[in-house]
């Protein structure tokens, strides 16, 4: 069921900019355009618009040129390096005040996403016999890795799994392979790779080799959802609600 426009939005209706990092496979852009296009269905009168950080058009900067009441959310999971940095950093070289969203994090909306990828790989809650590998992105700061660990305690709640873990693809403390030997060694005797990741691109696809050669199955990323797109949203409204309370 729509919901009823925002009286304050039919004069000028409110730009959402759904801002990824980009990346030269055309995948991953395919998702951030698949997920703006849900918004859109969902909040048919907000002006929502794709955008990316490099390697992919239309830019942050370009698109933000073109409108003037506009809130940036974070296409990212992880509260690192693209969000604390480089969105910041073409914000500031506008030379006017832009809103910013919070990441889309460890949210329970996507939690039930990867519950769903896991499911559609054939995994069940009550394999004991299987570990599981939650895979995401490093990060330097020690938070943001912090924060994602979250998510394999998360997943495995009431599950009779044998292990879950997060394994880190990229970072300083990159360390997929280390996992799936500790995994093994816990008692798992069959291994799921889950991507923690919006979209595949070029590290999932490393990730997927190394599953091959290791006989570990791997679902799908978090990839294009209604409860994606909900999240994003959501992010959105944090913002919104913050400005009319000021």
Known sequence: MTAPIPRSFHSCPPTLILTAH?????RSAAVTHAVAGRIRRLRPWLDVRAAFLEKTEPALDEVLAQTHDATVVPFLLADAYH??????????????????????????????????????AGVSPHDDRLGVIVVAVGSSRAAANAKTSTVATALSDGTRWAGAQVAFATGPHANLAETAVELRRSGARRLVILPWFLAHGRITDRVADFAAREDISMAEPLGSHNLVAATVLDRFDEVAGARAAA
Do not use: K, Q
């Not at 980009?22 to 055309?26: A, I, K, L």
């Open 22 to 26: 980009g990346s030269v496979d055309p």
């Open 83 to 120: 969000a604390r940095v480089d969105i910041p950093a073409v914000i500031d070289g506008l030379g006017r005040r832009v809103r910013t969203a919070d990441v889309l994090g460890e949210d329970p909306a996507l939690l039930a996403v990867a519950r769903l990828r896991l499911a559609e």
